[in-house]
């Protein structure tokens, strides 16, 4: 029996809004007081035409903290295991609220050593290019805290971007080597033809999960900086156009919790999104 769209889709903005309640509210616990200072004053600055001073150097405090400082260890390498399997599962189910039709045939068809080849695929195609885009993260990071240019920040991001794809594309692209040689269209058509289904999440041929899977999963440190700038900016901004209620300054303790006050508005703000691409995408 298929399941229905929206409760996939329900499924996937319940695991993306509980992931980044998870994320923040880790991140309230391991930061040290120091950086919590620092983040707090950022929120509670009030003036509008700093709005980029210092939030990449407080991120890259808080991403030391949860990935570790070093980057070639275990522990790194664990972590960014753990990230790349939640960002998997919540592109999975946003995929199976996309193309229900897809996704019931893959459940369908699965066995075990089916399920053993998607685990090696994943190990390939997620787990180590992740690790390596996570490295490229912080390295772009670092470079954005030691500036306090808006142009200069996006500029890296961009770049971080690019290279992600990059990775993720090289990736792909060793992968799927032997289909792209052996199909009988020519190489650059076949090429092309894969490249549309992963952008568009969409299965290359029936029974299989979309590539696109791996492909998006793999901008989770993109999409936690987009989402801890935009959230900081938005409790800044609603300090600047004075909305404090007493009810919001209790929901949101920015003194002494202001990660956990900025995952709250990083939800709010991807349930806003969801709400808006619910008609386009169900």
Not at 6 to 29: D, K
Request: net charge positive; glycine share 4%.
């Amino acid at each position: 029996m298929e399941i229905p769209s929206l409760l996939l889709y329900a499924a996937s903005w319940v695991t993306i809004t509980g992931g980044i309640w998870l994320l923040f509210e880790r991140a309230e616990v391991v930061v040290t007081p120091e950086t919590k200072a620092a983040i707090s004053r950022w929120l509670r600055n009030l003036d509008p035409t700093t709005a980029f001073p210092n939030w990449p150097a407080t991120f890259a405090a808080v991403f030391d903290r949860i990935f570790g400082e070093r980057h070639l260890s275990s522990r790194c390498f664990w972590r960014s295991c753990a990230a790349s399997f939640i960002s998997v599962v919540i592109v999975t189910l946003f995929w199976a609220a996309l193309r229900p039709h897809q996704f019931a045939k893959f459940v369908k068809d699965a066995n075990y050593i089916f399920l053993v080849l998607i685990f090696v695929a994943a190990v390939y195609l997620n787990f180590i290019p992740d690790y390596l885009s996570l490295l490229e993260s912080r390295y772009i990071i670092r470079l954005m805290s030691k500036t306090h240019s808006m142009i200069r920040v996006l500029a890296y991001f961009a770049f971080d971007l690019v290279v992600s794809a990059a990775i993720i594309l090289g990736a792909f692209i060793t992968w799927l080597a032997p289909y792209l040689f052996l199909s009988d269209e020519p190489l650059f058509n076949s090429f092309l033809s894969v490249l549309l289904h992963l952008l568009l999440l969409s299965s290359l041929s029936e029974g299989l999960p979309s590539f696109g899977i791996c492909f998006y999963s793999t901008f989770f440190t993109s999409v936690w900086v987009w989402l801890y700038a935009s959230s900081g900016l938005v409790v800044r901004l609603g300090q600047y156009l004075g909305i404090s209620l007493r009810g919001l300054k209790m929901i949101l303790d920015i003194d002494k919790k202001p990660l956990r006050s900025m995952g709250l508005v990083a939800m709010l703000l991807v349930t806003l999104v969801y709400v808006v691409a619910a008609p386009f995408v169900l």
